[in-house]
């Protein structure tokens, strides 16, 4: 069955410092593959995603992710966190159905020390 | 930029009552989607709707839940005789006619059934 796991559950890091959210996902073919940012009490934001080619992927607010295959990761990667950047982020990947049905990970919420 | 917008923002019912959530989606997208998110856990699937029909839905989704497009705008998630477990956040989505769907999420509208 596809899924997704993000290991950590929480993080933190000092602001300035760089970030790396790790996402690996159980899937039969070529993924679809976002990562989401929910700031507390917000929805849920596209930051960027993968489906085809350059396996770096740039983003919004200065985020990239690198699809793996090898790996079956999706790790999303910010050089230098802002205290804004303290939120959740979900990966998630589209479902073999092509309905457009996304599976989430279980989220990783980041804390960022001034 | 178009956005995906919901009403209610928030939601208190009583167990039983029926509930409508209503979202109205991109202008020219033409998937539409319901998850939700019970407090701590991952965003869930709901149900995915083409064409005036469901497209796929999950388990969660059953006889209990039903969507409609009622006009050109509108897409609505009713809950006919809610339960304390349908207390969660309810996110709409929407997605263009593309092989990748990317989906672009509303606020959320926060359901408490007591």
């Known amino acids: 069955a596809q899924s997704v796991t993000q290991p950590d559950i929480h993080i933190t890091v000092s602001e300035g410092a760089s970030l790396e959210l790790r996402c690996n996902y159980s899937?039969?073919?070529?993924?679809?593959l976002f990562w989401y940012v929910q700031s507390p009490g917000q929805g849920l934001q596209l930051l960027l995603k993968?489906?085809?080619?350059?396996?770096l992927v740039q983003g919004i607010k200065g985020f990239e992710a690198e699809f793996k295959r090898s790996q079956s990761s999706f790790n999303l990667r910010k050089p230098s966190v802002h205290w804004s950047d303290a939120a959740e982020y979900f990966c998630?990947?589209?479902?073999?159905?092509?309905?457009?049905?996304?599976?989430f990970g279980q989220g990783t919420t980041l804390q960022v020390k001034p | 930029e178009p956005e995906v917008t919901q009403t209610p923002s928030h939601q208190v019912t009583q167990m039983g009552q029926e509930v409508i959530l209503r979202c109205v989606p991109i202008?020219?997208?033409?998937?539409f989607y319901w998850y939700r998110q019970i407090l701590g856990q991952k965003v869930e699937f709901l149900v995915s709707?083409?064409?005036?029909?469901?497209?796929?839905k999950s388990e969660i989704f059953d006889d209990q839940f039903s969507v409609e497009r009622p006009d050109g705008s509108n897409f609505t998630l009713k809950i006919r005789s809610t339960k304390l477990e349908d207390s969660a956040m309810y996110f709409c989505?929407?997605?263009?006619?593309?092989?990748?769907?990317?989906?672009?999420f509303g606020p959320g509208t926060r359901l408490l059934v007591l």
């Open positions: 202008s020219n997208h033409l998937y």
């Open positions: 899937y039969g073919a070529t993924p679809y």
């Open positions: 989505a929407s997605s263009e006619p593309t092989s990748v769907k990317t989906q672009y």
């Open positions: 998630a990947v589209g479902a073999l159905s092509n309905t457009g049905k996304l599976i």
């Open positions: 993968y489906f085809s080619g350059d396996t």
């Open positions: 709707f083409y064409n005036n029909e469901i497209s796929e």
